[in-house]
């Protein structure tokens, strides 16, 4: 049940790996209070009973099985092994943080305030050893300076084998700096100690901005090598500062920011399946297909894939999703399993019979909420026919009981005096659902989380509260109604608009799973940006994949390809959109994905459209190809990075300019190594293991130049060849060049995608990107229900980033196109009275799913009801003035019904 | 869901013939997406985690960036 009693009792007590052993739990344990399952596990490495018998003696102890209430712990329970035939493999091992205790210069297990990253989440964390509170370990006082250093264990060939960036240490020093000052009680100084920052993805630059220009937070450029202790415990620190002195500085903690590595244990499991490694012991994979191992129907998603930050796991989780299902499509569904529940019973013109029980939750409750006397107040409650107190509500034989007295008295509403309904409201309503009960005449009072665990102090009031909260869901009870599920019909295609490397892989995945594909084309070719590059960033050609792919979408029997067209009317929701193209074709379709890309702009600064050898992007790689002479022949090449990026108009990096940048540069000392190629950037991000094209150009001798905002290089004509002038840092002065050309890596900024937005209701960032539904958990679903979005369209990245997110676009349509239906939950907005709508489209304008629309009707303009696409937030019921609308189980007379209750019983 | 011997006898059946079952290895933030994509597109789902709960690396995390979202 989760109750706790038994790691209560338990007499032994280890370092919880889960606060990296900076506080303890018993040998009984739930790894954090909100996993799943939440069941105690016994520690058999830990516990007292097992270690005797593991040592050959009598075991003895045994205290949690003494004092379980309800017959839970089995210390009979054997290891068993299982055979599983399944059809395709995913592997998610995830990560290891580095551990720097083999760098001596930072004596992290010396000193005792010198902390890894995640020490430090936990430090910070409401449910870490000091409970969220700022206190460093030496003597639990608040730390008033800390300092953190970057790339402790990435980016080092000399002190660690890992040559790769980590790609999220940046971002996370940021955040936990961010979070540390918002923690502090006295004025707080944050240092982070960086080579190049490292924040590539969408938003992360603003946020390194607010960083340093809201927040005070201090970036210095510097590797620190070492760190000593003071007699106070405090550390110093001895860097050289931009101007090249060297610096001590005392700070109060330090965290050193570790990367992510693969753990043994998934080196094993790579091991036990044959998947080949690469030479950072990360699964090997291609650019082209990123999520297949070495082994034919095993993929990986994650950090074993390489190190990444969440967003971009679960897009590869998606991805591998999709490549597995891609495999197995036509044996789909024949392990499904469905659930099947007896007829329901009508119960609509039944006498009220409502039945209440209040649970106990082991101690949870009981020892502080007088269970008997809330159960006695129940019975007094108008309709109320049942009442019954339980040990533990949620237990299988409870519920067993619940069902019986259900059928025994007639009940036709429940409520479940308990826990929370977040986690144990399913259960109950499954309960009422098996025995024919509607489950939606059930109702739930919270009397543990909101009320005992936070008035333990006085079980007075608590029972008082009790008494409240059950009253109240009593009365809701009774004007609770059976509600069904709400069925639409699904047409089982999808368009995908753009036909580039992500619209392309999109089509396939959706195709080669057997669902019929649209793929709209503005241009009147396929492959996108694709058909201009000429390789990845690791070096593959392009051509042959593109080729290939552009050939399997045309003779896809399940393809219908559109070029030469673009979309001038879209309507309907999930499951049922229409569209039209511009070449007056139309067609149904049940999902839509959004691949339609960005482009470099073009800039007026550098002298680009004034000289024809100042070039961008692709140019070069055209005169790479076509004209390899002209590439031999000169001396000098400059390029110049973030060109309009990470500039007050477009305070956003395009995160692949660097990679591209350096990979021509390196393509041009291969040709002619007798060049000089002069770099001028402002950080290097090469993340992941693009690091390795950094490493490999400074070794070939193409010397990098940094340059800030504030002094950006200065391109020139004299006589009519082209001049560059840069403020070199190290130097200390400025350095004049004379290239025969320059490149510019020019900012990547979306297409058309305003127009689109409105078409689809879909939102876009502050630069006009296609806005994901959340950051981090749904990185290619929009907030609108059927409709996703895939490739440079969301945010910039390279091909193989691409065609990740273009499978994992494709994995979220699948989970729709895969169903019979669109079925949803009722709770969703429902007219209570459609005459008194007038049609005034408030709540049309406010919905943020695309759920309400306005239509002419006889009766005049009136709001229509897409439940399919709503999400019952109830933004338009609280709009509506004049209450026609309303959310299905959170109506105006329940909520009333509520209140009434509260304040009158 | 639990696990359900008649489901593991099931997809025991037939070597050599497509199975419509996935083993998902490692019950993080990636494993628990994976496996929920697949179970929604009419796999049954295998989800195999060493330790006693699911949540991975993610639930140590305090804050995400660059959201300053709680990562719980």
């Known amino acids: ?905 | 869901m639990r696990i359900d011997k008649e489901a593991l006898t099931e997809s025991s059946k037939g070597p050599g013939k497509k199975v419509g079952a996935v083993l998902v290895v490692g019950g993080g933030i990636v494993g628990m997406q994976a496996a929920l994509d697949l179970a929604d597109s009419g796999y049954y789902v295998h989800l195999v985690e060493r330790s006693p709960g699911l949540g991975g690396i993610m639930s140590q995390l305090d804050k995400t960036f660059p959201t300053n979202e709680c990562a719980m």
């Open chain 1, 1 to 905: 049940m989760g109750c706790g009693i038994c790691a209560a009792k338990c007499p032994k007590k280890v370092p919880d790996e889960f606060n990296l052993g900076m506080s303890k739990r018993k040998a009984v344990y739930v790894p954090f209070a909100q996993t799943v399952p939440l069941k105690y596990t016994i520690d058999r490495n830990a516990c007292l009973y097992f270690k005797a018998v593991d040592a050959g003696k009598k075991g003895k102890c045994k205290a949690c099985e003494k004092f379980c209430e309800n017959n839970a712990i089995d210390f009979d329970q054997k290891e068993e092994v299982i055979d599983l035939n399944v059809g395709s493999v995913i592997l998610a091992p995830g990560f290891q943080a580095f551990d720097p205790a083999g760098l001596e210069a930072y004596h992290y297990t010396e000193f005792k305030n010198v902390v890894t990253s995640m020490d430090f989440e936990r430090v910070l964390a409401a449910t870490g050893p000091t409970e969220g509170h700022l206190l460093r370990p030496s003597d639990n006082k608040e730390p008033g300076k800390i300092a953190w250093l970057q790339c402790v264990g990435s980016r080092d060939i000399n002190r660690c084998d890992n040559a790769y960036c980590s790609s999220v240490c940046c971002m996370y020093a940021i955040k936990e700096a961010m979070i540390a000052s918002e923690h502090s009680h006295s004025p707080f100084d944050a240092t982070i100690f960086f080579m190049d920052m490292r924040t590539y993805g969408k938003d992360f630059e603003k946020y390194y901005n607010r960083a340093k220009y809201d927040m005070g937070i201090r970036f210095i450029r510097c590797r620190v090598h070492s760190v000593e202790e003071n007699e106070d415990t405090g550390l110093k620190v001895s860097y050289v500062n931009d101007n090249g002195d060297t610096r001590d500085e005392n700070f109060d903690m330090i965290v050193l920011s570790v990367g992510l590595e693969s753990s043994a244990c998934a080196m094993d499991l790579a091991s036990k399946m044959g998947i080949e490694l690469d030479q950072y012991d990360f699964a090997k994979t291609s650019p082209f297909r990123p999520v297949a191992t070495s082994k034919s129907g095993i993929y990986v998603a994650g950090c074993f894939q390489g190190p990444k930050d969440i967003p971009y796991s679960v897009m590869e989780a998606s991805a591998a999703a999709a490549a597995a299902s891609t495999d197995l499509a036509s044996v789909r569904g024949t392990l499904k399993r469905v659930k099947e529940f007896p007829p329901e019973r009508d119960v609509s013109g039944e006498e009220i019979r409502t039945g209440v029980f209040v649970c106990n939750c082991g101690i949870n409750i009981g020892s502080v909420v007088n269970v008997p006397e809330v159960a006695e107040f129940a019975r007094t409650l108008p309709d109320v026919t049942y009442v019954q107190e339980n040990l533990f509500s949620c237990s299988q034989d409870a519920q067993d009981q619940l069902a019986g007295v259900i059928k025994e008295q007639g009940l036709n509403r429940v409520v479940v005096a308990a826990c929370s309904p977040r986690t144990h409201e399913p259960l109950f309503q499954e309960t009422m659902s098996n025995t024919g009960v509607n489950k939606h005449l059930f109702e739930m009072a919270n009397i543990r989380d909101q009320n005992s665990w936070v008035h333990g102090s006085d079980p007075e009031a608590a029972t008082q509260k009790a008494k409240d909260l059950v009253a109240m869901a009593a009365a809701k009870a009774n004007y609770r109604v059976a509600l069904e599920p709400i069925e639409v019909p699904l047409t089982k295609s999808t368009m995908v608009l753009g036909g580039g490397p992500a619209g392309m892989t999109a089509a396939l995945t959706i195709a080669d799973q057997g669902f019929k594909v649209y793929l709209v084309e503005r241009k009147e070719q396929l492959g996108g940006h694709g058909l201009k590059m000429r390789k990845t960033f690791t070096g593959e050609p392009v051509g042959p994949f593109l080729d290939e792919t552009i050939k399997r979408v045309n003779g896809h029997k399940n393809i219908e390809v559109h070029i030469g067209a673009e979309p001038v009317k879209v309507t309907g929701f999930v499951g049922n959109f229409h569209t039209s193209l511009d070449t007056g074709v139309e067609f149904d379709y049940g999902t839509a994905i959004i691949a339609t890309g960005a482009d470099s702009v073009s800039v007026d600064e550098y002298l680009y459209g004034q000289n024809p050898n100042v070039m961008k992007w692709f140019d070069l790689d055209k005169k790479i190809k076509e004209d390899p002479d002209f590439i031999r022949e000169t001396k000098c090449a400059v390029a110049i990075h973030c060109v309009g990026s990470r500039e007050p108009e477009r305070p956003y990096c395009s995160k692949i300019c660097c990679s591209h940048a350096i990979a021509s540069a390196i393509d041009l000392k291969e040709l002619n190594p007798e060049m000089n190629i002069f770099m001028l950037y402002r950080d290097i991000r090469t993340y992941g293991r693009l690091e390795e094209l950094y490493q490999k150009a400074r070794s070939m001798g193409i010397i990098f130049v940094r340059y800030d905002l504030e002094s950006k290089p200065k391109v020139e004509e004299v006589d009519g060849e082209l001049r560059v002038t840069v403020m070199d840092h190290v130097l200390g002065r400025p350095i004049l060049l004379a290239p025969d050309f320059v490149t510019l890596y020019t900012a990547i900024a979306p297409r058309g995608s305003e127009k689109l937005s409105d078409m689809f209701k879909v939102t876009l960032n502050q630069e006009k990107f296609f806005q994901e539904a959340h950051m981090k958990l749904r990185p290619v679903d929009f907030s609108t229900d059927g409709i996703f979005v895939c490739g440079i369209a969301h945010y910039p990245k390279p091909l193989d980033e691409c065609i990740t997110q273009a499978q994992a676009a494709a994995s979220r349509a699948v989970t729709i196109l895969a169903q019979e239906k669109v079925v949803i939950e009722p709770i969703v907005a429902a007219f209570v009275e459609r005459d008194a709508c007038r049609g005034c489209g408030l709540c049309v304008a406010l919905c943020p799913y695309g759920a309400l629309e306005i239509e002419d009707t006889t009766e005049g303009r009136k709001v229509k009801l897409i439940s399919a696409s709503c999400k019952g937030c109830g933004i338009c019921a609280a709009t509506c003035y004049r209450h026609a609308i309303s959310i299905n189980a959170f109506t105006d007379t329940q909520i009333e019904a509520q209140m009434h209750a509260l304040l009158h019983h």
